[in-house]
């Protein structure tokens, strides 16, 4: 089990926007794959973005051309740039790590939309 530990949620209003942060302890961070997932009340946990060791992304079809994720292997973090958020993005946002056979998540972060 890898500690995850997301930050940069919070209260925005429609069209803003938010960056997330993840730290990952751990020494063997530029060679996981990352992601993001969310998960509203009474829904199930959905993707919304991925970065492989790589480099390779990809993203949910709800959030493709407004959101970025990004890494930073130096610093042990991965990042998600959200722009022009809408109500429903409304939710709370899990990190991901992947690597073999080992899976670990962050605690969440609550990203709220509204005016």
């Known amino acids: 089990q890898v500690q995850l530990v997301e930050s940069g949620g919070g209260l925005v209003q429609p069209g803003g926007s938010l960056r997330l942060s993840c730290a990952a302890a751990?020494?063997?961070?530029?060679?996981?794959?990352m992601g993001w997932y969310r998960q509203a009340p009474g829904k199930q946990r959905d993707l919304v973005a991925r970065i492989s060791r790589g480099g390779s992304t990809n993203y949910g079809d709800s959030v493709k051309g407004r959101f970025s994720i990004s890494r930073s292997n130096a610093k042990n973090t991965v990042y998600l740039e959200m722009n022009s958020l809408k109500p429903e993005d409304t939710a709370v946002y899990y990190c991901n790590l992947a690597r073999g056979s080992i899976e670990s998540w962050g605690q969440g972060t609550q990203v709220t939309v509204s005016s």
């Open positions: 751990t020494m063997f961070f530029s060679l996981s794959d």
